[in-house]
Structure formats: structure tokens, C-alpha cells
């Protein structure tokens, strides 16, 4: 308790002596510098959490792990983790972009949020320091050291911007309220925790199943979001636009490596092609070139496309690996859509044939290659680590089972050290998966075109009505202005 109580009295000294400190001694444009710098690390120590021990994944109302019976609920430490969550997005982009409601909620949302979490300090430790966890074990003084340095940062941060960068809040600008309220609301139903769902409403035995209707509800969601984002974003300035983009793109990333608490194996490592795109989507706003997208949206929103249609769930709905399949997918699919409808990134052309066949075939002859050197060199039985991969799916039955038609591919099997793989099976994967992606690219271009053509015809009608005097809405713009 002593220990507790002495390292909060640091943290809030090592909150308040740096804000004294630079408080009107360094320039503005310094002053932000360091503010950015220090988001990042928030985030990057985010990252590390994911790798470290956190008893707190056994806080799963009524589900049962080993056949063990697992029944304890925290919704405080819930709570919190859920705001932490948000802010270790929101920290970065009101560093990185000009964007007033971000500010808003770094400095009166997440700040008090972090009170709430240093008054909870001996609450999260419980979680951190008991070994029955399934992470990476650190020494109690390194965790206390790397919590608390978050803790000093999501209080420091909200400080330097309100009394050093001079942030407000503009308390006479009704959309100032209206864009707080409202959005962080949703902003935190995006960036809701793996395990938030079980921890809270608990343990349900019900399966989605294909072709069912909480399946068609999922998908009618997920386009339903794309839909509403495009329409609320689309008069946006550039800056915003990319924001909407990155916040998410950020989401994603951590979202995937949240999964690492609950195990870290070979199996685990994100080189399925969705669990990839949760790298790539990122990536692509770091990579400039067109040709990187064109393979990111071309290789990704499909395979998305597959999971909608046959989910690969084995638990309740609720469930820690479900709640993160639902997640992954449903972002992986709508960002790279929603970056090209917000014009982010430019339309796919006929060359992006080129770029997927060249990213695709680099994608799939590392599977092939890893996949080969695990399962047939590195595979322990029963170790936690060197299990079995199935990359791509090509090193089991799983798309056999979906198409049987396929079985003839059985008859050419190659066995190394034990392992057998059928090379014929993945030549046929690569062919088949590479004709859906160019029908994808194909569909996409003429639902373009059909866009383009509505467009046109609107804009015609609109100039009709011009003419008469008689059309007084807001004008849509096909070009803008960044």
C-alpha cells in the first residue's frame, strides 16, 4: 500500500515539475514537438502493454478456459481500460492534427479519465503483477515504472496543451459542444476493448452462423458504417478527412496486437492476410506510394469479404476471439474503402493488376515458405510457442471442406520430416484467389463509373434547377479544394 501511495505522490511530480518547468520557457513550435514526441511514446508503451502480463484476461463473466470456471467481473477496472483505450488513440491525432474536438477530449476527457486511473494505481497492479497471466512476466519494479510513465503522460500531455499550447474550450460555440457530446459517444463504441463485451454483459453459447441472421445483421452494420462516415466526412477539409482515417488505421493496429495478451505463438503472428492488413492499412498512410494501396485494397477488402460470408467462429458471440474476429474485419474492410471515398488515396486503375500480382505473389510465397519451416522444422508438440501454422489457410483442410472440388489436389503430397503439403492445393489457392480479387477489382470499377455517371446526371438536374431559380441546397462538389 506504501509502495502505491509513494509512486503516485511521484507521478503527479512528475507531472506537475515538467509543467512548471517548460510553462512559457520554450517556443510554441518546440512545445508541440515535445507534445508529439511524447504521444508517441503513450502509444508505443500501449503497444508494449499488449506484450506483458495482465491478469485481467481472466475477468470473463461465466466463460471457462482448460476447463476451468472462470466468474469474476471488475466493471470499474473495465471502465477505465475502455477510456485508456480511447486515449491512446485520441493522444497522437489532437498531437498531430489541427482538429479542435480531439483537443477537447485529450484535455477534459482523458485528463480526468487519468485521475480516475492513478486513484486506481493499486487496482491496475493487482492485475499487472500476479503471474497468472499468459504474457510476457516483468519484474515489479520495471511494470510499476512502465504504468507509471503512462499515468505521467496521459496527465501531462492534457496540462502542456491547456496552459502552454493555450488550448480551449470555446464554451460560446454550440458546435463545440454538439461535436463533444455527440461524438465521443461514438468514438468510444470504435475503440471498444477485445474484452469488454464478456467482462460486462458476460458468456452467451450462442454461435454466429453463416447465412444466419445475426450473420446478415453483422455485414448490414459494417456497411452501415461505411455509409455513415462517408456521408458525415465528405464536405470535410483534407486534414479531417485524413484524421477520420488515421484514427482508425491507429484503432486497428492496436486492436490486433491486443490479442498477444491472451497468448503469443507462432500461429498468433499477424500473417494471415487479414491480421496483416491490420499493419498494412497503417502502413499505408506512412507509404506515399499508390501502388502499396492499390495492393493493400485489392488483397485485403476481399479476403474481409470471404470472413463476412463464413466467419471462422467456434465460441459464443461474445467471446474474446469472436469480439476480436468481428472487429478486425469489420475495420480491415471499411478503411481502405473509406479512404479512396474520401478521397485519401486515388481510385484503383487497370495497372493495379500489376501491383496486386506482384504483392500478392511476395505475400504468398513467404506463407508458403514460413509455413514450411515451422510445420516441418520448428513444430514442438505442446509447446506455447513453435505450434503448427496454417497460413493463408493452405496447410490444412479448411478450404477443402468449404470447396470440395478441390479434393484431386490430395493426390501430388510432398512429406519433409513428417509433414506432408500438397503443392498442387496451393497453386490451385493462389489461382483461385487471385481471379475473386481481379472480379473484385472489376465489380469496384463499374460501380465507380456507375457513381460517376449518377453524379453527372444529379449535377445536370442541378444546374436545371439553377437555372429557375428554384434549387437552394447546398451544391455538391466533386473536386475540393485541401
Excluded at 3 to 20: C, D, E, G, H, K
Amino acid at each position: 500500500m506504501w509502495v502505491n501511495i509513494l509512486i503516485i505522490i511521484s507521478v503527479v511530480l512528475a507531472t506537475f515539475i515538467p509543467l512548471v518547468v517548460l510553462q512559457n520557457k520554450i517556443g510554441k513550435d518546440k512545445l508541440l514537438l515535445v507534445v508529439k514526441i511524447m504521444t508517441i511514446v503513450f502509444y508505443s508503451l500501449a503497444l508494449l502493454r499488449c506484450f506483458l502480463n495482465d491478469n485481467f484476461i481472466w475477468v470473463i463473466n461465466g466463460g471457462t478456459y482448460n476447463d476451468i470456471y472462470y466468474k469474476t467481473t471488475d466493471v470499474l477496472q473495465s471502465l477505465l481500460r475502455w477510456g485508456m483505450c480511447l486515449a491512446y488513440i485520441v493522444f497522437p491525432c489532437s498531437a498531430y492534427f489541427k482538429t479542435k474536438t480531439l483537443k477537447n477530449w485529450t484535455m477534459y476527457f482523458c485528463f480526468p479519465l487519468a485521475i480516475a486511473c492513478l486513484c486506481c494505481y493499486g487496482n491496475f497492479m493487482e492485475y499487472f503483477l500476479t503471474s497468472s497471466g499468459r504474457a510476457i512476466q516483468l519484474a515489479p519494479a520495471l511494470r510499476h515504472i512502465e504504468f507509471s510513465l503512462e499515468l505521467v503522460i496521459m496527465l501531462l500531455v492534457p496540462l502542456l496543451m491547456r496552459f502552454c499550447l493555450h488550448e480551449k474550450f470555446d464554451v460560446k460555440n454550440k458546435k463545440e459542444w454538439l461535436n463533444f457530446f455527440l461524438l465521443l459517444p461514438l468514438a468510444l463504441m470504435v475503440t471498444i476493448p477485445v474484452s469488454l463485451p464478456q467482462s460486462l454483459l458476460g458468456f452467451t453459447d450462442k454461435f454466429m452462423v453463416p447465412f444466419t441472421l445475426p450473420n446478415f445483421l453483422w455485414v448490414g452494420v459494417i456497411f452501415a458504417i461505411l455509409i455513415g462516415l462517408y456521408f458525415a466526412y465528405r464536405f470535410k477539409d483534407k486534414e479531417t478527412r485524413t484524421m477520420l482515417c488515421t484514427f482508425l488505421s491507429l484503432f486497428l493496429f492496436l486492436h490486433y496486437n491486443s490479442i498477444y495478451l491472451m497468448d503469443l505463438k507462432m500461429s498468433r503472428l499477424p500473417f494471415q492476410l487479414c491480421n496483416l492488413g491490420s499493419y498494412l492499412v497503417l502502413m499505408t498512410l506512412l507509404i506515399k506510394k499508390q501502388s502499396f494501396f492499390d495492393f493493400v485494397l485489392l488483397a485485403n477488402v476481399p479476403g474481409a469479404m470471404i470472413a463476412f460470408c463464413v466467419p471462422d467462429i467456434k465460441e459464443g458471440m461474445l467471446s474474446y476471439w469472436n469480439i476480436h474476429f468481428y472487429i478486425e474485419h469489420t475495420w480491415v474492410f471499411i478503411i481502405p474503402l473509406l479512404m479512396v471515398a474520401l478521397r485519401i488515396k486515388e481510385r484503383p486503375k487497370l495497372n493495379a493488376i500489376k501491383h496486386f500480382f506482384v504483392g500478392f505473389s511476395i505475400y504468398f510465397g513467404f506463407c508458403i515458405l514460413s509455413g514450411l519451416i515451422e510445420n516441418c522444422f520448428l513444430y514442438i508438440p505442446y509447446h506455447p510457442f513453435w505450434n503448427k501454422v496454417n497460413y493463408f489457410y493452405i496447410f490444412d483442410t479448411t478450404v477443402l471442406n468449404a470447396l470440395p472440388f478441390l479434393a484431386f489436389t490430395r493426390s501430388l503430397a510432398i512429406t519433409i520430416n513428417g509433414y506432408t503439403f500438397y503443392p498442387l492445393y496451393m497453386m490451385l489457392i493462389y489461382i483461385l484467389y487471385s481471379v475473386y480479387c481481379m472480379l473484385f477489382l472489376f465489380v469496384y470499377i463499374k460501380l465507380c463509373q456507375i457513381g460517376d455517371n449518377h453524379f453527372k446526371m444529379r449535377q445536370i438536374k442541378i444546374d436545371m434547377y439553377k437555372q429557375k431559380g428554384r434549387y437552394k441546397k447546398r451544391i455538391p462538389q466533386r473536386d475540393y479544394v485541401d
